[in-house]
């Protein structure tokens, strides 16, 4: 057991013990470090100013942004793969054997690296707050791919707000710099992988904060009375914890948790990570189901799903951004219970399933039942979501989904819908439909449902049956929309699938 | 070997890249600094019952107005309490009580512990609301030509309407901030995120009781400021030099990005009356508009904005006969204040809006009712505030880019896509802009430069220009260096600074480069003739080097301060006559979307730029500009929604929920260019560019107003700004359902 995170930072190690250890990896940089590249404006995932690379040690990776595909890698010692994250919604207990890669790590020497030297010359730089953030951004891009097309280009910095240039120059910048080098050809994983086997299979805990101690950590959060961290090595273990603190967060990815500390002041009573835990982090295609670990990231969800469901994919493509992506998961996503979580109408017409362990053993639940209320969920104390498992849509089945959002990219939905539906002859056989952003959870809508089975595909059905589920749902009125227009959403959205499908 | 029309990098870029260029909150802590903050008003319009600060003095350094020697500002009148000290919040975010300490934790904390007890009051919130109220900042004010009322009503078509266009966040990633360092004998030494470093000089100096020879204050960058650190960076600093002035410790002040949205003013929404009566053939023959804009709590600089909306009203268009009127609504908003196109925008927007609708009635192509109303070279060229057009282009402009981009053609296609898409509708318009070069108040347009050679023969430049990014101190050194015959990477331009100049102006209304790169070019210039008058002397130097040892050994001044007023400006407001602009930056945009019948979902699906910018100094910064200033204003015509709920608390706050345009919103065909022609008038033959292309976004909201109009049942289809996906569809059910009901 360790009581300390050991944490590289350009290369250089630092072993960073409680409090510091639960300052945002921002802030420590920032504040601590004093390696001011790396900027805070929103502290909430928004903006990527503060976007840094993170490397670990992983057996799979998956690239975002790559229209080519991974590239092979050698064989023989486990190598780092890096990927962009918001520094500010990720705390450095979370990074416990990792390669942090900041805006200060690149030009070594004073050469700086292509993607630096593009945006020198393209003018991709105006007022430079956002630069770092796009930099290593370009940087996370070129560890998967050496030819990025505009696609990759855009999909890779869909994270990334500029105020200043319109993107167009930037767009051209990422282009050029098809030169850049691997984060692995400027700090060798060999040696930081060294440093980190020697620590890997220790668990690690952190010790809270008593309200006794001193009010401020070093980069001035309030942590009065903070809760320890845990970070097991054994599934047993995380639900022993577990079960002795029922409070306890999982602080996964931390893209709800964070933002959750920064904005609304939360103060944890217990943390754990499930990092250290084997096989949790695995996404198979098993038997017609995929089978998603309770920590596998969205972003290996999102290549598992490329192959298999396309429909999915251009909801994935506008979920949150690579940098929420890499560091969130599915399982959070499913926790969180958020009515307007983008993957759970997907989940919701597909029947999947959780697989919920805890100290009596496993269980299993259909999503449809996990959601008890507005953010209530059938889930014990003790018990963790160890396994999404989502039946695949069949060739028969014609399956399509819908984000409505007031931005296109990286927009927390209005409104959203999923329709899966069996058809014979130009009828309805059988169709499921969820929806979300119109009641405290997802909804199904079973009288559109079954008022559409039987039917004969034609429009006036589906205006008919937009009708109904106007009446089927609640939404109210917030800062992403009115009730008014989500009522027109929901009605319209079905027409919206007819045309879609005819 | 000129430096001037090249595409030099940004002199910051290098540091932009590697991270190490230092903003306001890099800068390492002083030793004994302390963080300051402040506890504002929750309440729209409250008044205040009790005020508890004991509790909060255990925990930190606490100050209210009582500590201050004057408690009043503003840009235009000093009407703007720093911090309420009447007992009445008139807006939400307005700060009550200054709380100073060494730690943050330790500022929260005290922060809690001010007591204060409210009555909340019912404020006014909407232009509506505050006209009901009769809730005016200063006069209504009038520009007047002709007979409007008389032309009007002997008009062959009258159509009238209300527009109306939301706020815009500037949303500067950088938030407000300043660094303050106590000095000797009461001096203050200011690090400010600032555009304006005399204003927060003087504000500083005025309410902390000093003289402004006590106060320096320098402004190294911004990280994004767009017209709202123009009025409002003054706030954050003055606050942090009372608790130094108190403390004798150094301070920093640094915005968290809600905080920064919740209080500071934005662009000015407006609602605006209009009617106008014209030809059959779209000809305008009398227009009457009533401007309203909503000023927020205190005048700030609203009454000149207004004054730039009133003197765009007309945009392109030569109209005999207008009577236009500017009234700024008082709110109990944050006061509303500078914003990149200052007023222009919402004039502008107001006038495409009503030729499109003049082009719906007449079921015309709005390009001709463009063309039939757009200014003349020789004649028709006169504004209705009495300027003459020198130099017109947009005839060329409005040929040039249809032809360019197809337009015709296009304007066919669409009508074809609607004919047969039952899900998707398309809308095509292409808009005009003539943006007014000057601030409209005359005194603001003169610049000082200091130029400094050193015996090494490098030099240094410093001007009252502030850098956001714009590229100005770029430009400065490249025409410095054009005037002393040298190369570029000789001339560094230094950090603003109030110590090497003075009285300087606002780095605002895209004349930055404009006011001082012409002063430096001055002060450049001087000395370039005392060498060459020396070289007559002594016969010509082999190098720049040589020639500048040379000087200095015969005692030839190797500095010069620089001075520039521009030429001809003169504008009075009792008559609404004058010649406030020394030019027009002119342009044209054509933008084709396609919108989602069922869902309001917009697409940009082509946008064509074309635009007289003169030559510019750094054509590569001028692209920057162009393509950055029409995304910006894309965002304002979108996506960008500032929501708030019926108490007037603003619910989008942030990234999360504000949303400017993303990577993947750029118009997936985009072309940015200009035609080539020089602008004797202004230094290097250049034009300014920092706002004007914003306002060729507005290309993008009349194309959806094209769009709907293909649905509107003959009606003429409104549209409110930003056009939304929620407003889209708003709009497409109720023509479906007035369609309905017609059949
Ligand atoms: C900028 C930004 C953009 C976003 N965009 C989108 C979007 O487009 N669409 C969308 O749907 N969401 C979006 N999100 C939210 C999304 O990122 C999260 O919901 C994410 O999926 C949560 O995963 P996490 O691992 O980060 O969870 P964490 O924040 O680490 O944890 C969240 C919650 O889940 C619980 N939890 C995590 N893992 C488990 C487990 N195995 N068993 C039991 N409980 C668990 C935790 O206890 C905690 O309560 C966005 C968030 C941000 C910050
Ligand atoms: S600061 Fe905005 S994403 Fe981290
Ligand atoms: S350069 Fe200013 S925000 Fe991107």
Redesign the interface.
């Known amino acids: 057991m360790r009581d300390f995170v050991l944490v590289h930072i350009n290369g250089v190690p630092h072993r960073i013990a409680a409090p510091r250890a639960f300052e945002t990896l921002s802030r420590f940089l920032r504040y601590d470090q004093r390696a001011t590249g790396t900027k805070i404006v929103c502290e909430e995932g928004d903006c990527g100013a503060c976007t840094v690379l993170v490397g670990r040690v992983e057996d799979r990776q998956s690239c975002l942004s790559a229209s080519e595909g991974t590239e092979p890698r050698q064989a023989g010692l486990p190598v780092l793969h890096y990927r962009p994250i918001n520094s500010c919604i990720q705390f450095l207990f979370q990074l416990d054997c990792t390669h942090v890669v900041t805006v200060e790590g690149l030009a070594r020497g004073g050469t700086l690296t292509p993607v630096q030297d593009a945006m020198v010359r393209c003018h991709g730089a105006q007022c430079g707050y956002c630069t770092p953030g796009f930099i290593m951004a370009m940087a996370g891009m070129y560890e998967c791919t050496s030819h990025p097309t505009v696609g990759d280009v855009r999909a890779a910095l869909t994270g990334n707000l500029c105020r200043c240039t319109g993107y167009d120059s930037i767009i051209k910048a990422a282009l050029e710099a098809t030169d850049q080098p691997k984060i692995e050809e400027i700090y060798p994983s060999a040696p930081i992988v060294n440093a980190i086997k020697q620590y890997e299979c220790d668990a690690v805990r952190l010790q809270g904060l008593q309200a006794s101690e001193p009010p401020s950590l070093p980069g001035g959060q309030e942590a009065g009375r903070l809760g320890g961290f845990f970070k097991p090595n054994d599934l047993a273990s995380a639900i022993r914890f577990k079960s002795e603190n029922p409070k306890c967060v999982i602080v996964q990815g931390a893209t709800d948790f964070g933002v959750w500390c920064n904005k609304r002041g939360f103060v944890a009573e217990a943390m754990m990570s499930l990092d250290g835990i084997e096989g949790l982090g695995d996404v198979r295609h098993e038997d017609g189901a995929l089978l998603v670990g309770g920590r596998a990231s969205l972003a290996d969800f999102e290549s598992a799903v490329r192959g298999i469901v396309p429909e999915l994919v251009p909801i994935m493509d506008r979920f949150g951004s690579p940098q929420i992506k890499n560091a969130g998961t599915l399982a959070g996503n499913i926790a969180n219970a958020s009515p307007i979580a983008d993957t759970l109408p997907f989940l919701f017409v597909t029947n999947a399933s959780l697989e919920l362990t805890g100290l009596s053993g496993t269980r299993t639940v259909a999503i449809s039942d996990f959601y008890l209320g507005y953010k209530k969920l059938d889930l014990q104390p003790d018990e963790l979501i160890t396994r999404i498992i989502i039946p695949l849509p069949s060739k028969d089945e014609t399956l399509r989904l819908y984000k409505i959002s007031k931005r296109s990219h990286l927009d927390i939905s209005s409104f959203t819908a999923a329709m899966l539906m069996r058809r014979s002859d130009g009828h309805v056989d059988s169709i499921r439909i969820a929806y979300g952003g119109v009641a405290p959870v997802v909804l199904r809508l079973p009288k559109t449902e079954q008022f559409l089975t039987g039917k004969a595909l034609a429009r006036e059905t589906f205006a008919e049956a937009g009708e109904i589920a106007r009446g089927e749902v609640a939404p109210i009125s917030d800062v992403r929309g009115t009730r008014d227009f989500r009522l027109q959403l929901a009605q319209n959205v079905l027409q919206r699938f007819y045309f879609d499908i005819a | 070997m000129s430096a001037v029309g090249k595409d030099v ?2 002199d ?12 306001v ?2 800068v ?1 802590p002083l030793f004994g600094e302390l ?1 300051v903050d402040f506890v504002w008003s929750p309440y729209s319009k409250a008044r205040i019952v009790s005020l508890d600060l004991s509790e909060a003095r255990k925990l930190a350094y606490v100050y209210t107005h009582e500590d201050l020697h004057h408690n009043r500002l503003g840009p235009i009148v000093a009407d703007e309490p720093l911090l309420v000290d009447d007992g009445l919040c008139t807006f939400r975010g307005q700060p009550i009580v200054v709380v100073a300490a060494e ?4 500022v ?2 005290a922060k809690r512990a001010v007591r204060i007890e409210f009555e909340e009051l019912k404020p006014i919130l909407t232009i509506d609301d505050a006209i009901a109220a009769q809730s005016f900042i200063g006069e209504t004010r009038y520009i007047r030509r002709g007979d409007a009322e008389a032309a009007i009503a002997s008009a062959e078509h009258v159509i009238e309407g209300v527009f109306f266009n939301q706020g815009q966040d ?6 407000q901030a300043a660094i303050v360092q106590p000095g000797e004998n009461g001096a203050m030494h200011v690090l400010s995120s600032t555009q304006h470093p005399t204003e927060v000089q003087e504000v500083i100096a005025h309410l902390l009781g000093l003289q402004m020879n006590q106060v320096v204050v320098t402004t190294k ?6 017209g709202g650190k123009e009025a409002q960076a003054t706030h954050p600093a003055t606050m942090a030099a009372l608790v130094s002035q108190k403390t004798k410790r150094p301070t920093r002040i640094v915005y ?3 905080t920064d949205m919740h209080v500071t003013g934005k662009r000015h929404a407006f609602q605006n009356r209009y009617r106008v009566g014209f030809t059959r053939s779209g000809e305008i023959v009398g227009m009457k508009v009533e401007f309203f804009s909503d000023g927020g709590a205190y005048a700030d600089l609203s009454p000149a904005v207004m004054a730039r909306a009133m003197t765009h009203a007309e945009n392109s268009y030569y109209i005999a006969n207008m009577d236009i009127r500017g009234t700024v609504c008082r709110t109990n908003t944050p006061p509303n204040t500078a914003f990149r196109g200052f007023g222009g925008p919402q004039g502008v927007a107001t006038m495409e809006n009503v030729v499109e609708e003049i082009a719906a009635f007449l079921k015309k192509d709005a390009l001709d009712v463009r063309r039939v109303n757009c200014y003349g070279v020789e004649t028709r060229n006169t504004t209705p505030y009495g300027e003459v057009v020198p130099n017109n282009t947009l005839p060329r402009l409005l040929t040039e880019l249809p032809e360019r981009c197809d337009y015709r053609a296009r304007v066919d296609a669409v009508r074809a896509f609607n004919a047969s898409s ?2 998707q509708l398309k809308g095509i318009a292409l808009s005009t802009v003539k943006f007014g070069i000057s601030f409209n108040t005359k005194f603001l347009n003169q610049a000082n430069a200091l130029v400094n050679i050193y015996l090494d023969g490098s030099v240094q430049v410093s001007t009252g220009a502030t850098e ?4 100005v101190n770029t430009k400065i050194a490249q025409l410095v260096a054009d005037e002393l015959h040298i190369p570029y990477e000789r001339v560094t331009v230094m950090i603003t600074s109030t110590e090497k100049n003075n009285n300087t102006s606002a780095s605002a209304a895209s004349s930055a480069a404009d006011l001082n790169g012409s002063a430096a070019a001055d002060g450049a210039r001087r000395i370039r003739e005392r060498l060459d008058e020396l070289e007559s002397r002594i016969g010509k130097q082999e190098t720049w080097e040589k020639l500048v040892k040379a000087a200095y050994h015969e005692r030839v001044s190797l500095g010069e301060r620089g001075f520039y007023a521009t030429p001809r400006l003169d504008w009075d407001w009792t008559s609404g006559q004058g010649t406030p602009f020394l030019y027009y930056t002119m342009g044209t945009a054509c933008s084709e979307v396609l919108i ?1 019948r ?2 309001g ?1 917009l ?1 940009v699906l082509r946008s064509d730029v074309l635009m007289d910018i003169g030559k510019p100094i750094n054509p ?2 001028d ?2 500009q162009l ?6 204003g894309m965002g304002w015509v979108t ?1 960008e ?1 500032l ?1 708030y709920d019926e108490k007037g608390v603003l ?2 706050h ?4 504000y ?8 118009p997936e065909v ?1 072309n ?1 260019d200009w035609i080539d022609v020089e602008n004797p008038i202004n230094v290097g033959g250049s034009k300014a560019v920092g706002e004007p292309p914003l306002l060729m976004a507005i290309s993008i909201w009349c194309a959806v107003k094209n769009a709907l109009q293909f649905v509107a049942n003959g009606d003429i289809a409104r549209l409110k700004l930003p056009a ?3 407003e889209i ?2 709009r497409l ?1 109720e023509y479906a359902k007035r369609g309905a009901a017609v059949a």
Do not use: C, W
């Open positions: 990098p940004h910051s870029a290098r540091g932009h890249v590697t991270g190490e260029s230092i903003y909150d890099d390492p963080v730690t943050r934790a330790a929260d904390a500037h949303f500067y990633l950088e938030s960058r911004m990280g994004g400021a767009f968290d990005k809600d039952q899900t956001m990014g714009q590229g989602d069922f869902t979902d697409k590569g910064i692209r920057g393509v950055g200033a029409f995304i910006q996506t929604d929501r619910l989008s942030s990234p999360t929920t949303k400017i345009p993303n990577i993947n919103d750029l985009f940015m939304t996906n929620e569809l708003m059910t």
